[in-house]
């Protein structure tokens, strides 16, 4: 769900950056990537909180 998140911001800022179609690609991939790499850090170390 953060990637997809990630994904929808990621195309929003290359659009009002005045990008392509490509460039919204690309920030797309990349914001997807990075939320959901930290909605994993997030889970984890929830997990590791909420199970001690």
Known sequence: MAAVLGA???IARA????GNR???IQYA???A???GLLAALAG???ARFLSS
Not at 15 to 18: D, M, Q, T
């Open 8 to 10: 929808l911001r990621g």
């Open 22 to 24: 490509l460039d919204m």
């Open 15 to 18: 659009r009002k950056l005045g």
């Open 44 to 46: 984890t170390v929830l």
């Open 33 to 35: 990537i990075a939320f």
């Open 29 to 31: 991939c990349g914001h």
